[in-house]
Every structure is written in structure tokens, then in C-alpha cells.
Antibody, heavy 122, light 107 residues
Framework: QVQLVESGGGVVQPGRSLRLSCAAS????????LHWVRQAPGKGLEWVVV????????HLADSVKGRLTISRDNSKNTVYLQMNSLRPEDTAVYYC???????????????WGQGTLVTVSS | DMVMTQSPATLSVSPGERATLSCRAS??????LAWYQQKPGQAPRLLIY???TRATGIPARFSGSGSGTDFTLTISSLQSEDFAVYYC?????????FGGGTKVEIK
């Protein structure tokens, strides 16, 4: 079955960096775009970033431009989120989510990981 | 950015009753609107896309309607497992945006 497993979360000081990973299985990884969606404690969902199936195209939310970078390794079925210059407002559960479309964007999320918590605090 | 507004914030409903949730977009999103359900401690689950198409495995008591700027999610007869938070999401334009959510609670 389709599975996404995030890792790499933890407690980090403001201004520091963290890299999240999302390992995928159960589908043809290289055919699908992957997204990161975050949820601050007790709050709603916020879309963060997407990378196309081949890694050639990306879109980011304005709130993270210049600080968060997405990448993928199709040989490892893994997508990464490099988070730099972290701020307290980046504190959230970060979910990896699979795009619905095969070969091109259909940006709804038909499979989600369990999430990994990032806490930015001194 | 496209602003998605959901109402009400909280909906109190008795089991077996009908629930009607609303989502409004600040500009037309055509029919590029999805609905998700999230239970405490869990990841969201896709319910509806294309404003009215049920995702795989979603029971027929869930239905979506609307186009342009006004959308509705209807749960025809609430079951115990339906008490959760529901989010709408537009995918007509980047950046993708979600509504603030409607919590459906037991009356």
C-alpha cells in the first residue's frame, strides 16, 4: 500500500537549520509530485511547498521563500525539506503528502504521512 | 493569495442528523476545490475533489457541491466516526490554500 514516512523533526533553536526526510513506498515515486503541508499546534493546515515528479519544478508559499528548500532523490524514493533560518512560527507538524496526478500536477493530497514535529525554541 | 473562508467554525450535530459545511473563496476557483477530514492525532484524509467527486473509499453520505466561490460539504446522516475537523482546499492557483476548518462536534 502507499506509504509515506517522515523523519528528522525535533527541537531546534531559532536561526538554526533542520532537514526533514520523507520516505515513500507502494507507488511509482518518480511519477508523482510531492508536497509538504504543515500544521501549527492547535491550528489549521498550511501548504508549504511542492516538487514536481522529476524535480525540475517547484512552488513555495511566500512565508517560507528563501528559507525552505525542497529536493528529491528518485533513486531513493525520498523527498527532503531543508529548513534554514528557522523561526518560532515555523513550529508545526510537517506532513509529507502525495500529489494526486501522475506525470503532472493535480495538487490535491491523496496520501499523507504521519507527520514529524518541528519545534523552534530557545 | 486566495483566501478560503469556512463557516461555521464549530457545528454541533446529533448522530443521524445532517451536517452542512460551507467554504467560500475570495475569487473564483472554478471547481478546483477539495475537502479533507482530520481526526485528533491523525493526518488529514481526502474526501472530495473537483468540488463534488468522492475520493476512493469515501462513503456516499459525504457529498460536495458548488463552483466558483461558494462550496458546500454535506454529511447526510452523521455517524460517530464523522465527528472531526473538515478543511476545504483550493487548487486553482498557486499557492495552494486551505480554509480555517470546521469542527463537527457531538450535540
Amino acid at each position: 500500500q502507499v506509504q509515506l514516512v517522515e523523519s528528522g523533526g525535533g527541537v531546534v533553536q531559532p536561526g538554526r537549520s533542520l532537514r526533514l526526510s520523507c520516505a515513500a513506498s507502494g507507488f511509482t515515486f518518480s511519477s508523482y509530485a510531492l508536497h509538504w503541508v504543515r500544521q501549527a499546534p492547535g491550528k489549521g493546515l498550511e501548504w508549504v511547498v511542492v516538487i514536481s515528479n522529476d524535480g525540475s519544478n517547484k512552488h513555495l508559499a511566500d512565508s517560507v521563500k528563501g528559507r525552505l528548500t525542497i529536493s528529491r532523490d528518485n533513486s531513493k524514493n525520498t523527498v527532503y525539506l531543508q529548513m534554514n533560518s528557522l523561526r518560532p512560527e515555523d513550529t508545526a507538524v510537517y506532513y509529507c503528502a502525495k500529489d494526486y496526478g501522475s506525470g503532472s500536477y493535480y495538487p490535491i493530497f491523496d496520501c499523507w504521512g504521519q507527520g514529524t514535529l518541528v519545534t523552534v525554541s530557545s | 493569495d486566495m483566501v478560503m473562508t469556512q463557516s461555521p467554525a464549530t457545528l454541533s450535530v446529533s448522530p443521524g442528523e445532517r451536517a452542512t459545511l460551507s467554504c467560500r473563496a475570495s475569487q473564483s476557483v472554478l471547481n478546483n476545490l477539495a475537502w479533507y477530514q482530520q481526526k485528533p492525532g491523525q493526518a488529514p484524509r481526502l474526501l472530495i475533489y473537483g468540488a463534488s467527486t468522492r475520493a476512493t473509499g469515501i462513503p456516499a453520505r459525504f457529498s460536495g457541491s458548488g463552483s466558483g466561490t461558494d462550496f458546500t460539504l454535506t454529511i447526510s446522516s452523521l455517524q460517530s466516526e464523522d465527528f472531526a475537523v473538515y478543511y476545504c482546499q483550493q487548487y486553482n492557483t498557486w499557492p495552494l490554500t486551505f480554509g480555517g476548518g470546521t469542527k463537527v462536534e457531538i450535540k
